[in-house]
């Protein structure tokens, strides 16, 4: 069974960066296309960025373009948000979500608990 475990949020800034951290165990990780979701509070989840199975492919949310990146490391099965230039806006508990390589778009239909990111104005 998939597992995923999220870790690196936190309370900053605005202006500042945060990096998550995605922990993947349970399965075959390359065979894995990775994204991140976040939800503030009364607001539905939203798509942030993902990342493809084969890694040569990402997608970003407008709201995080320019600011966010994601990478992997198939070899550490670990999936990385680098997120700059924080603003109050990007606050909310974020998501990693895993979806097989055989669905293009992908189908996450593993999750992680989620890590709190709170940026203060």
């Known amino acids: 069974q998939v597992r995923l475990v999220e870790s690196g949020g936190g309370l900053v800034q605005a202006g500042a960066s945060l990096r998550l951290s995605c922990a993947f165990s349970g399965g075959t990780f390359s065979r894995y296309s990775m994204g991140w979701f976040r939800q503030a509070p009364g607001k539905e989840r939203e798509f942030v960025i993902s990342?493809?199975?084969?890694?040569?492919?990402?997608n970003y949310g407008d709201s995080v373009k320019g600011r966010f990146t994601i990478s992997r490391d198939n070899a550490k099965n670990t999936v990385i948000l680098q997120m700059n230039s924080l603003k109050p806006e990007d606050t909310g508990l974020y998501y990693c979500?895993?979806?097989?390589?055989?669905?293009?778009?992908?189908?996450?239909?593993?999750w992680g608990q989620g890590t709190q990111v709170t940026v203060s104005s």
């Open positions: 979500a895993a979806g097989s390589y055989i669905y293009d778009p992908p189908n996450y239909n593993y």
């Open positions: 990342i493809r199975w084969s890694g040569d492919s990402t």
